[in-house]
């Protein structure tokens, strides 16, 4: 019996090799296994026929025919087992190379790259850059970031989904969002939520921020020297080593940040309107600030002078608030899906 498997050749490294090369010609298992079923029946029949030849007893025909089964079974599981193993490593290798072409697309590679990333060209995707660094800050957020298309670019952690989960587990961690774009503007996309993520940590951001939200601060970080001059010459009535000075800027930036509303301002920083009124009035005799009813410039060139000033005194800890006061308006628990978070 031995001798009569030996010359079939159909030995476990046969198996093996038939099912990884099934495998890769993606021929499915079941296919596989039907022409293996065909393959041991037609072995059957040729040892059927040559045992008839030899007029075999029935005792030694029948253990025949069982040490046959158990080796046939054998290699039925042999040809699963090494079809698996070639699956597995075939989707390991192709996930490495989705997220290599992400990577790639993010720093800015060809556009052409987006095919390789299995994203479809034509459908908008949302993009979230948590500025993480601390490894179990990182698994943190991977995990939240788990149902979309995570990937880690330049030791930051970064999703992609057509709409993105629930970022409120990971409230600690300053995180930028994107608004929907298409795979081929990710380049510039990223570059933006670096820069946007830099604009958050001189403010002390955290949490899920929109990168929209940050539009105006992205512009103004980008020109600091006009920044410094506007400061110089709106607050020069202001000591930046008085807290009650720095105390009335910080009120001024959450009045501008809430449009002008006293209200909205008293409510973000937890006191009555008539102190934000007062802290206006005190601020407008130090320096000349009014309430911006004017041009939306004049407020820009206000808002751009007290957040350089405020940056450059460190005030965020004079505001009745543990954030800054631009952090009452730009909270992230809001930013949570609503449907399908599947990247692609």
């Not at 790259?113 to 943190?140: C, I, K, M, W």
């Not at 989904?161 to 409230?171: M, R």
């Not at 403010?203 to 410094?228: I, K, Q, S």
């Not at 010459?233 to 009650?244: K, P, Q, S």
Request: proline share 4%.
């Amino acid at each position: 019996m031995t001798a009569f498997i030996d010359s079939t050749g159909l030995g476990v490294e046969a198996a093996d090799r038939l099912a990884t090369d099934r495998a890769l010609q993606g021929v499915p298992l079941s296919a596989l296994l039907a022409g293996f079923q065909t393959g041991r029946a037609h072995v059957l029949r040729e040892l059927g026929g040559r045992l008839r030849q030899h007029e075999m007893l029935a005792d030694d025909f029948v253990s025949a025919l069982l040490e046959l089964d158990g080796y046939a079974n054998k290699l039925q599981n042999r040809l699963v087992e090494a079809y698996r193993e070639t699956e597995l490593r075939l989707a390991r290798t192709a996930q490495a190379a989705r997220v290599q072409a992400l990577r790639e697309l993010l720093k800015g590679g060809p556009v052409t790259g987006v095919v390789n990333t299995g994203l479809a060209e034509d459908r908008h995707y949302q993009v979230v850059l948590a500025d993480v660094s601390d490894p179990r800050q990182a698994r943190r957020a991977e995990a939240v970031l788990a149902e979309t298309f995570c990937v880690t670019v330049d030791g930051l952690v970064c999703g992609v989904a057509v709409q993105l989960p629930d970022l409120s587990p990971v409230a600690d961690v300053l995180a930028v969002v994107t608004p929907p774009v298409l795979p081929k503007d990710f380049g510039a996309v990223y570059q933006a939520c670096r820069a946007a993520l830099q604009t958050g940590r001189c403010r002390g951001l955290a949490g899920a921020v929109r990168l929209t939200e940050l539009a105006v601060d992205l512009v103004t970080d980008g020109f600091p020297a006009m920044g410094r001059m506007l400061a110089d010459d709106l607050l020069a009535g202001l000591a930046g080593t008085d807290e009650f000075h720095r105390l009335l800027a910080s009120t001024a930036l959450t009045y501008l940040d809430h449009g002008g509303r006293v209200d909205a301002t008293a409510l973000a920083l937890h006191v009555h309107p008539n102190t934000v009124k007062h802290r206006l009035r005190r601020l407008g005799e130090l320096t000349g600030f009014s309430p911006p009813e004017g041009s939306l410039a004049e407020a820009l060139r206000w808002r751009w002078a007290v957040d350089t000033w405020i940056r450059s005194t460190g005030a965020w800890a004079a505001s009745e608030t543990a954030s800054p006061p631009q952090s009452s308006r730009r909270n992230g628990s809001h930013l949570s899906a609503t449907s399908s978070h599947s990247p692609t």
